[in-house]
């Protein structure tokens, strides 16, 4: 049931765990301004108060427009059965990747809760919940926190960066200096991917430019460098480079799969798993396969 509280005695320790977005916000706030508060915020009334875990957009438009008391809902007595709470209603929700992650692994390192334990309360795989917590112990907290901040795009650091840390060996340090370097900067994605290839592939001097803030010559280079005679796009040459992984793990899998090596029972509960998720999307993925293999075709 949904009540009204004092906006000022709600416990805010979990603001960082969610995602900053300053034009979905900006947005919300015309929203609010003429139609107020329409969704409540949602928490856990734990004995030292209430604690906010959804809602943190809501409450700094809140404080904006100088609302004192705002409507609230209880997910539970204390913060783990909250963030569960909270998580199994992130499909219907705009909880994101990366929260879903801070919230599983604060559930683990925090809650001491085992990865089969919160795979049964959230009704998910196993390796749905390694996923998520491989991809915060990968990160650093300062790249952490510009991405929870807003300050560097979720995207660049998904598909560009762990990329690069997977597949070129990226150290985790080097990827922290490029995201405070170029963090804040208000660059596209399509930027950000192109100063990532000089950063970590180019000379030395091109990433002593970025380190020292000095985006512009970086910038230019680039731009006149994928003016690329072979007269793709950058997004056409991105999928390419897919096409290419995706061909060649394709091959490992098919070179790995019969090894006698592949004993161990924990190896098979894991893969029976993944596999079982690989093959239900193999029809709709082999026929947009086809599709464009058609399309190529015909061009």
């Known amino acids: 049931m949904s009540r009204e509280v004092e906006i000022s005695q ?48 809501r409450y700094r438009c809140a404080i904006k427009l100088q609302i004192r008391i705002v409507p609230y809902v209880s997910l539970g007595p204390e913060e783990a059965t909250g963030m569960l709470c909270l998580l199994r209603t992130s499909n219907h929700r705009t909880l994101g990747i990366l929260e879903q992650a801070g919230f599983v692994d604060e559930l683990k390192n925090a809650r001491h809760m085992s990865v089969a334990e919160i795979a049964t309360e959230l009704g998910v795989s196993k390796s749905w919940v390694s996923m998520r917590l491989g991809i915060i112990a990968e990160m650093s907290e300062a790249v952490r926190r510009e991405l929870f901040k807003g300050a560097f795009p979720v995207y660049s650091y998904m598909y560009v960066l762990r990329q690069l ?26 930027e950000i991917e192109q100063l990532s290839h000089g950063f970590f592939r180019g000379p030395d001097s091109f990433r002593q430019e970025i380190l020292n803030g000095n985006l512009a010559l970086p910038l230019e280079r680039v731009k006149r460098a994928s003016a690329d005679p072979d007269g793709c796009s950058d997004f056409e040459r991105a999928m390419l480079n897919d096409l290419q992984i995706t061909q060649k793990y394709m091959q490992r899998v098919m070179g790995k799969s019969l090894d006698p090596q592949l ?37």
């Open 10 to 57: 709600l416990d805010l320790r979990y603001e960082g765990h969610r995602m900053r977005q300053a034009s979905v916000e900006s947005r919300l706030l015309g929203s609010i301004a003429q139609r107020g508060i329409e969704e409540p915020l949602e928490g856990v009334d734990a004995p030292a108060g209430s604690i906010l875990l959804n809602g943190f957009k």
């Open 165 to 190: 840390m997977r597949m070129n060996g990226v150290k985790r340090e080097q990827i922290e200096q490029f995201v405070l370097a170029v963090s804040g900067k208000n660059l596209s994605v399509r």
């Open 263 to 299: 004993q161990n029972r924990a190896f098979h509960a894991q893969s029976h798993l993944l596999t079982g998720g690989i093959l239900s999307r193999a029809r709709a993925f082999y026929q947009t396969l086809r599709k464009l293999h058609d399309r190529n075709g015909q061009a």
